[in-house]
């Protein structure tokens, strides 16, 4: 089957830098994207690889690996404001959107 | 505004009672798509659309339908209802030009199914 795997949560404290992996398994790839939820919110784009490297945007950045499968989401000079669900998400075949099951990431002062 | 419409944002219904959830965007985004949203599950999609006339069916769709007779709409429709379809709903769309790699999200509906 398809599927996509995150940790399930991640703590760290304000200032500090965090890295959320995810590993996929899927039919057809045609590129990584994550996205953020707050509690009560919608999900919200955070960045897309459809290539291998790095993709910076702010804080934010994302890593691809296809021959690995691979690929993370990394936060700098956390704020509490990043306390929040983090999804990773694969474009498969047949324009299907497979969600992995998110990282619940808390920041503590 | 660009944005994301859905309605209604919460819903309690009874088993059997056929309900309609809406989403409109104003983006002129060809693709479609609709989630449900479970505790630990993520979000799973239950169909999705390429264009007008274009549907499919995503990992979950039993229970569902779905249509795409506008552009810019494309309601959800269970047709008879179950309490296993008590769930939050997301509809998001994307341009096709950045591959669906970037969806934008309606800010979901809630629905419980008695």
């Known amino acids: 089957g398809q599927s996509l795997e995150q940790p399930s949560e991640v703590t760290a404290v304000e200032g500090a830098i965090v890295q959320i992996n995810c590993t996929y398994q899927t039919s057809g790839f045609y590129g990584l994207s994550w996205y953020q939820q707050h509690d009560g919110g919608a999900p919200t784009f955070l960045s897309y690889?459809?290539?291998?490297g790095l993709e910076e945007t702010g804080r934010f950045s994302s890593f691809l690996s296809r021959s690995d499968s691979y690929g993370y989401l990394l936060l700098q000079e956390l704020q509490m404001k990043d306390s929040a669900s983090y999804f990773c998400?694969?474009?498969?075949?047949?324009?299907?959107?497979?969600f992995g099951a998110g990282t619940r990431l808390f920041v503590k002062a | 505004e660009a944005q994301v419409t859905q309605n209604p944002r919460y819903l309690i219904t009874v088993t059997g009672k056929k309900l309609t959830v809406t989403c409109s965007q104003n983006?002129?985004?060809?693709?479609m798509s609709w989630y449900r949203q479970d505790p630990g599950l993520g979000l799973r999609q239950i169909y999705y659309?390429?264009?007008?006339?274009?549907?499919d069916k995503g990992d979950v769709p039993e229970g569902y339908k779905v249509s795409r007779k506008e552009k810019r709409n494309f309601p959800l429709i269970l047709e008879s209802p179950s309490p296993n379809q008590t769930s939050l709903y997301f509809c998001?769309?994307?341009?096709?030009?950045?591959?669906?790699?970037?969806?934008?999200f309606g800010e979901g509906s809630r629905l419980t199914v008695l």
């Open positions: 983006m002129n985004h060809e693709y």
């Open positions: 659309s390429m264009n007008v006339e274009v549907t």
């Open positions: 690889n459809a290539l291998d």
């Open positions: 998400a694969v474009r498969a075949g047949g324009f299907k959107t497979i």
């Open positions: 998001a769309s994307s341009s096709r030009g950045t591959g669906v790699g970037e969806l934008f």
